[in-house]
């Protein structure tokens, strides 16, 4: 078993940034891909990012590229997602999971974070 706490989000004005993280107990991180995938009011979980248990490769959702960045430190047993350039579209809850693959899909994710709410000021 595999809990996931999200912290990290708050209010920001356009253009900010925030850095986004999810630590884990109970279990390794080590023997998982982690993603990122945000929900806003009224519309489904959508993918945002994903890595790699071993770091070695990074997949984004096409409006994140270049603007946000998915890394993990295993040994903190923790994931983070850096988010620049941040629009008020991107206003959302952000939630980490544990997944199976690197697909850009929820159907495959072990373990969920509790969320943290981001709202970017126009």
């Known amino acids: 078993q595999v809990q996931l706490v999200d912290s990290g989000g708050g209010l920001v004005q356009a253009g900010g940034s925030l850095r986004l993280s999810c630590a884990a107990s109970g279990r390794t991180l080590r023997s998982y891909n982690m993603g990122w995938f945000r929900q806003a009011p009224g519309k489904e979980r959508e993918f945002v990012a994903a890595?790699?248990?071993?770091?070695?490769?990074?997949y984004y959702a096409d409006s994140m590229k270049g603007r946000f960045t998915i890394s993990r430190d295993n040994a903190k047993n923790t994931v983070y997602l850096q988010m620049n350039s941040l629009k008020p579209e991107d206003t959302a809850v952000y939630y980490c999971?544990?997944?199976?693959?690197?697909?850009?899909?929820?159907?495959?994710?072990?373990?969920w974070g509790q969320g943290t709410q981001v709202t970017v000021a126009s």
């Open positions: 999971a544990a997944k199976f693959t690197v697909a850009p899909t929820t159907r495959d994710c072990n373990y």
């Open positions: 890595i790699t248990w071993n770091s070695g490769r990074t």
